[in-house]
């Protein structure tokens, strides 16, 4: 995730990475601090909507409607070829700041264009630590130590943009305990129910 991040392999596209660490690993008797059930669900919800038989690690989602795994990077790489060749939603993050009184409040603005899909779609915002290094005692990794980028901490469901209609709204939201304002990725989306097709997505970095 950190090499697609980095490299940017598809010409005139932005690849916007999410990390979602489930915890269904943390019996190994290590317990992945950046894991949660919420994400784990949101996985499992992923291989019903797909048809897959059963969830596993690592694996890629693109565009919430294909799945790989990490050991075919030709398959990688012409699957993001054609989701960039799809046509999104322009989504927009304006005013992003964290609250100097409270550095515990987020705030932005977010902006869609118009949805030109048929169906109605759901407005997502999501807090990320920009990069983790983490020192993994037991389990399969036991003894690594292990580099994530942009790993998810906190998914808010912000509202639904309508077909045929534009969103602009301004947001708010509490941060959680131990997330600064230095290592933060904020990225809105806007996907179908399901979950389903990611029709666009924008992305905000905090200065480091």
């Given at each position: 995730m950190q090499r697609l991040d980095q490299l940017q392999p598809v010409a005139n596209a932005q690849l916007i990475v999410l990390s979602e660490h489930v915890?269904?690993?943390?019996?190994?008797?290590?317990?992945?601090?950046?894991?949660?059930?919420?994400?784990?669900?949101?996985?499992?919800?992923?291989?019903?909507?797909?048809?897959?038989?059963?969830?596993?690690?690592?694996?890629?989602?693109v565009d919430g409607?294909?799945?790989?795994?990490?050991a075919d990077p030709e398959q990688i790489e012409k699957a993001l070829e054609q989701a960039a060749s799809a046509p999104k939603i322009?989504?927009?993050?304006?005013?992003?700041?964290?609250?100097?009184a409270d550095p515990t409040l987020l705030r932005a603005h977010l902006v869609a264009e118009a949805n030109?899909?048929?169906?109605n779609a759901d407005v997502y915002l999501a807090v990320a630590l920009d990069h983790v290094d983490s020192q993994v005692?037991?389990?399969?990794?036991?003894?690594?130590?292990?580099?994530?980028?942009?790993?998810?901490?906190?998914?808010?469901?912000?509202g639904k943009l309508d077909r045929g209609q534009e969103f602009a709204r301004d947001v708010q939201v509490k941060l959680n305990p131990g997330i600064g304002p230095d290592n933060l990725r904020i990225i809105a989306f806007i996907q179908l129910p399901g979950p389903g097709k990611l029709l666009g997505a924008a992305l905000w970095k905090s200065a480091i």
């Open positions: 915890d269904y690993w943390d019996h190994d008797g290590w317990k992945d601090p950046n894991s949660s059930s919420a994400l784990t669900d949101r996985q499992t919800s992923y291989e019903r909507a797909l048809g897959l038989s059963t969830p596993f690690t690592p694996q890629i989602i409607t294909r799945e790989m795994r990490l322009v989504v927009r993050l304006e005013g992003v700041s964290v609250d100097p030109t899909d048929k169906h005692l037991r389990g399969e990794n036991g003894g690594r130590h292990m580099t994530h980028t942009a790993v998810v901490k906190q998914l808010v469901k912000i």
